[in-house]
């Protein structure tokens, strides 16, 4: 099993940066995919990007492609997701998640608390 929790969410004007950090603990971090995903008010979790056990491939939503980069640190045991040029609509509860099933695409097995991103207009 893993723990995750998030960080680095907050207040931001449109057009600003923000970085998310994901700490894990427990079972290797490295066997796992990591994922990021988001929940706004009134709408449904939606996937935002994925890095593969070794970092050598990423995913991306068509919404954040250019903005955003996941990255992680074995070493550190931790995923990040820097973003960029964010807007308005970027703001939600942002989520990271591990998969252990070696399928990025799919369900993720665990899952953080979450960290509040709002974007100012």
């Known amino acids: 099993q893993v723990q995750l929790v998030e960080s680095g969410g907050g207040l931001v004007q449109t057009g600003g940066s923000l970085r998310l950090s994901c700490a894990a603990s427990?079972?290797?971090?490295?066997?796992?995919?990591m994922g990021w995903f988001r929940q706004a008010p009134g709408k449904e979790r939606e996937f935002v990007a994925a890095?593969?056990?070794?970092?050598?491939?990423?995913y991306y939503a068509d919404f954040v492609k250019g903005r955003f980069t996941i990255s992680r640190d074995n070493a550190k045991n931790t995923v990040y997701l820097q973003m960029h040029s964010l807007k308005p609509e970027d703001t939600a509860v942002y989520y990271c998640?591990?998969?252990?099933?070696?399928?990025?695409?799919?369900?993720?097995?665990?899952w953080g608390q979450g960290t509040q991103v709002t974007v100012s207009s």
């Open positions: 890095i593969t056990r070794s970092g050598s491939s990423t």
């Open positions: 998640a591990a998969d252990e099933t070696g399928n990025p695409h799919g369900e993720y097995d665990y």
């Open positions: 427990g079972r290797t971090f490295s066997t796992y995919d």
